[in-house]
Each structure stands twice: as structure tokens, then as C-alpha cells.
């Protein structure tokens, strides 16, 4: 029986090619095995602390912190707790890899000087406000939150900036950031007051009338100066035409940007009614604007029964005159103002005092002097009116003069047991008060025997050379007479009453006086 024989591996022939792939397959599987282990393993601190700037990225990427490969790059989870990246210090980085310690310490500095992000200038500030560095930039650019700002040079300790008055400035301003980093800069400012609106808070203004507010209202600026022409009124309505309150607003803007506005308020009232609240001494040109009233130029009733205040409150409505005579000689008396006109001033004065003059010197409490021209004398008593023309005045100055306050229905409803104090001044060439007197009505139609053969007013008011032309007044302002004679013996004062004043000056003038 024949024999079959097994293949015997021992004696095949081997394939080399094949031999040589297999060998470097393996190879290759255990170098990777060998460099994987290197990347999972292989991971340490550096050798160095590591360094960070402030500002700068970072994040908890562990090849931050140590060397690592990539593998444990992926699984590493450091512990940043304990950092802070908005401060610059050292920090500790928590790090625990296959029970391994790989924690390290790292340092965040800030060697970066802080930038200053400048304001668009002109930069301007208003006076009596406090100036503060931070004030004078935009901003401070700079990783570090913690920079403080303050003066330098002579301002170091000074934590802010006051003037009182406009004008040009320049100082230096310091940036520190908390690692000692530091810049400095020059900044130009200019300080201005705002700019002020002169208008009264308060308008009466008469029905019917045509007026523009703008006309009353003046602006100025210490920079810029006369600002009356910026003015704009702000306004929903200005109706004049029935009687109404409303309120309007006066703005004015000057070259620095600073803006004032003033709110006003308008009472349009009938004439008569606005007139009464003069007279009444409730308002005046001082506390209001008074447009289309009878006499806006009325001192009122005076609020004070203090007869000193009194008398100064009526100097305004005084004047001093002086009469030319021959060989330079003159003689003097006193007046008092009667009525304001858009052309005249009326001043009613005694007829002995201006005598055959046509011409006289008159002087008002504020010093100034000018020539008044007769307007004509009274038949009966001793009165007599003279006029200044506006065109030798000054502009304003319509504004600082009044007019005597006349009340007749007061004066008609005097008695003679009526124990009235009243008072008078005669004023210098200065303006100065030169003489006053107090006495107490005596009769208020008395018989003046010695001098025309009319009723006249007794007063005990001791009246002495140079008093003549002078306006007696109650202690509240009101004109009671005109003191034109005295007598020695018996020694007894007189003076014009009220009534003649009133009728002497329409039938010299022409015009009826407001009286109240």
C-alpha cells in the first residue's frame, strides 16, 4: 500500500516580502503604544514660573501652565479658583494628572504704561463747579481696573479743580495703574459762567396790546458779552387779546454750549386792574415788567410807615431846582415829578420858586442835572409846571425816575380830627437828602390869611427856606399837599392841597393826572 506524505511547513518557502510588512507593522504598533504612553505620561511643570501679561488671553489651556503632551492636553482640567486675571499677582494653578501633582505657581503682570483717551476739545466747564481729573479725558485704557487719577505739579494733594471766574487753564493729570505703572498729560480747558438773562419773572401786560417779549429781555455773557440777540422765547401761545395767564420761557446759549432759560409768567389784565396793583404798591417796574398800564412810572403805595425808609423810597420822584438871577446869584426850591410822558418829564413846583424865569437848573437824586423850560403857571394858586425833554436825558433813565403817587379818593375822606403824620425832603445839588421834616395835619382847608385869599393845607411841619416846591406826604407815600408859605408869628405851616395841585396842573397842561 502506498504511503501519502504531510507537507512539512519547516522546509516551505518563505515569502519576504510578506515577513517585512509583518515585522514593520509591528514595529510601527509598538512605537505608537510606546509614543502614546509618552503622551499620556509624559507631562511635567516647567522649569520656570510662567509669566503672563495683564490683559492678555488666558485661559485654562493646561500647555499655559506645564508641558504636556497631546493627549493629556486633552484630559488635563486645571483649577483656576484661585486666579484672578482682571489683577496682576501670583497665582497658584491646581493641576492633578493620573495621581500625579502637577500644581505650579504663575505670576499676571502689568508692565503696560495706561493710555489717555482725550475728549474732543474745546473742552469747557462752568465756574463754581469742581473740576475733577477724570473730568478733563474721555477715559484711561489700561488692563488694570485699579488706576487711579489725580494733579500734578503744585495741585498733588488738590482732589479738585474750583474757579471763580472765566478764563484759560492748563494743568497736568497723572495716571497710576497698581503695579506702578504710570503716564502724564497736559490737558487745556476753559472755564466760563453761564450766560444771565436779565427779565422780570412776572409780566402785566394790558388787553389788546401788540407787544414782543424779546423787547424786554436783555442777555449777557462774561466770555462773549452782549448775548441779547441770541435770545429765543418759547412759547405755546401769546394772546393779548382777553385777560389770561400763561407762561413763557426766555433761552439764550453762549459759544461754549452753556444754556440758562428763565420761565415767566404773563398775566394779561385789563388796564385799570393793573394800574390798582400799582397803586395798591403790589408790583412796580422793580419786581415786574408793566406794559400798557395808565402810569407805569407810579411809586405806589408804600408798604413801610417808617418815615425815614419812606423818604428814601420817594427820592425818585424828587428834584432840587435852582433859579438863575442877576449878578449870579439864584434862588432854590424844591419839585416833585407829576407825570412821565414818551417825550416830557412834568415837574410841579411852586410859582414863587421859578418867579418870571422861563428857564431853570433841575437836579435829581441821582446828581444829574438838566434844564427845565416853564410850562406855565396858575392863576389862583401858587403852582407851577415845568418840563425837561427826553431828548436831553440819557437812555434809561425814564427807568430809575417815578412819579408822586396821587390818591384822591384817600385825600377826599381826610378830616381835619384826622391826626395824619406827614413828611417831606428837600434834596441837594448831589442828590443827597439836605433837609427832611415830620408834622401832623392840621386842617386840611385852612384860611391862609397872610398870602392869597384861599383855602390852603395846615400842617405843623416847621418848614424853613428852600422847603418851597416840596411834596408833603403821608408815612405810606401818599401826596397830601405842596408846601409853599410858613408864618412866624403865629408860627403856622402851609402847603397846597391836593385837589388845586390836581386842577392847576390840567388846566396849565392840558393833561388830567392819574389818581387814583
Known amino acids: 500500500m502506498e504511503q501519502t506524505k504531510s507537507p512539512i511547513w519547516g522546509n516551505r518557502k518563505i515569502n519576504k516580502k510578506r515577513l517585512f510588512m509583518l515585522i514593520g507593522a509591528v514595529v510601527c504598533f509598538i512605537a505608537g503604544l510606546i509614543y502614546s504612553g509618552h ?27 506645564i508641558n504636556v503632551g497631546f ?45 489717555f483717551l482725550y475728549k474732543e476739545g474745546p473742552l469747557y466747564f462752568l465756574t463754581d463747579t469742581d473740576i475733577r481729573p477724570a473730568d478733563l479725558i474721555s477715559a484711561v485704557k489700561d488692563a488694570d481696573k485699579d488706576v487711579t487719577l489725580r494733579f500734578d505739579g503744585n495741585l498733588i494733594n488738590v482732589e ?42 412776572d409780566f402785566y401786560i394790558a388787553t389788546g396790546s401788540e407787544e414782543n417779549l424779546l423787547d424786554y429781555a436783555t442777555a449777557f455773557d462774561e ?37 440758562t432759560s428763565k420761565e415767566v409768567t404773563i398775566h394779561v389784565m385789563d388796564a385799570e386792574k393793573i394800574q390798582a396793583l400799582i397803586g395798591r404798591g403790589t408790583i412796580s417796574r422793580k419786581n415786574a415788567t408793566i406794559i400798557g398800564a395808565i402810569n407805569v412810572y407810579d411809586t405806589g403805595l408804600i408798604s413801610n ?41 412834568y ?44 431828548a436831553l436825558l440819557p437812555p434809561g433813565f425814564d427807568d430809575i425816575i417815578s412819579t408822586v403817587h396821587i390818591d384822591m379818593t384817600y385825600w377826599e375822606k381826610l ?58 406826604f403821608d408815612a405810606r407815600g401818599r401826596l397830601i399837599c405842596m408846601a409853599f408859605g410858613y408864618s412866624i408869628s403865629p408860627e403856622r405851616d402851609w402847603g397846597v392841597p391836593l385837589d388845586e395841585i390836581v386842577g392847576a396842573y390840567e388846566a396849565i397842561t392840558g393833561h388830567v393826572l392819574y389818581t387814583y
Open 223 to 259: 466770555t462773549d458779552g452782549d448775548l441779547t440777540g441770541n435770545i429765543t422765547l418759547i412759547s405755546e401761545e401769546c394772546d393779548y387779546s382777553e385777560e389770561t395767564d400763561f407762561t413763557v420761557t426766555f433761552s439764550v446759549t453762549d459759544s461754549c454750549e452753556f444754556n
Open 347 to 390: 415837574i410841579i413846583t411852586n410859582r414863587h420858586v421859578i418867579g418870571q424865569a422861563k428857564d431853570c437848573e433841575v437836579y435829581f437824586y441821582t446828581g444829574d442835572c438838566y434844564s427845565g423850560k416853564l410850562v406855565g403857571c396858575a392863576d389862583d394858586y401858587d403852582v407851577a409846571v415845568i418840563k425837561i425833554p427826553f
Open 39 to 65: 503622551l499620556l505620561f509624559h507631562a511635567k511643570p516647567f522649569e520656570e514660573e510662567p509669566v503672563f501679561e495683564l490683559g492678555d488671553s488666558l485661559t485654562d489651556d493646561p500647555s499655559n501652565f
Open 415 to 472: 378830616d381835619d380830627k384826622d391826626n395824619i403824620s406827614l413828611g417831606l425832603e428837600n434834596l441837594d445839588t448831589d442828590g443827597t437828602i439836605v433837609h427832611y421834616t415830620y408834622g401832623q395835619l392840621v386842617n386840611l382847608h385852612g384860611n391862609f390869611e397872610y398870602f392869597e385869599p384861599h383855602e390852603q393845607t395846615e400842617m405843623s411841619l416847621r418848614l424853613r427856606p428852600g422847603d418851597s416846591g416840596s411834596a408833603v
Open 71 to 115: 493627549i493629556a492636553d486633552k484630559i488635563i482640567n486645571p483649577d483656576m479658583s484661585e486666579v484672578d486675571v482682571s489683577s496682576p499677582g501670583n497665582y497658584h494653578v491646581g493641576i492633578r494628572y493620573f495621581g500625579r501633582d502637577l500644581s505650579t505657581d504663575i505670576r499676571i503682570e502689568d508692565t503696560v504704561t495706561p493710555e
Open 305 to 345: 410807615q417808617n418815615f425815614e425808609n419812606t423818604l428814601i423810597d420817594l427820592m425818585p420822584a424828587i428834584v432840587h431846582i435852582e433859579v438863575p438871577e442877576s449878578a449870579g446869584t439864584y434862588k432854590t426850591g424844591s419839585g416833585f415829578i407829576a407825570e412821565i410822558t414818551e417825550d416830557y418829564i
Open 160 to 201: 479738585s479743580l474750583h474757579y471763580d471766574v472765566p478764563g484759560n487753564h492748563a494743568v497736568w493729570i497723572v495716571a497710576n495703574d497698581s503695579s506702578g505703572n504710570s503716564a502724564r498729560a497736559l490737558i487745556d480747558f476753559i472755564v466760563d459762567a453761564p450766560p444771565q438773562i436779565d427779565v422780570h419773572d
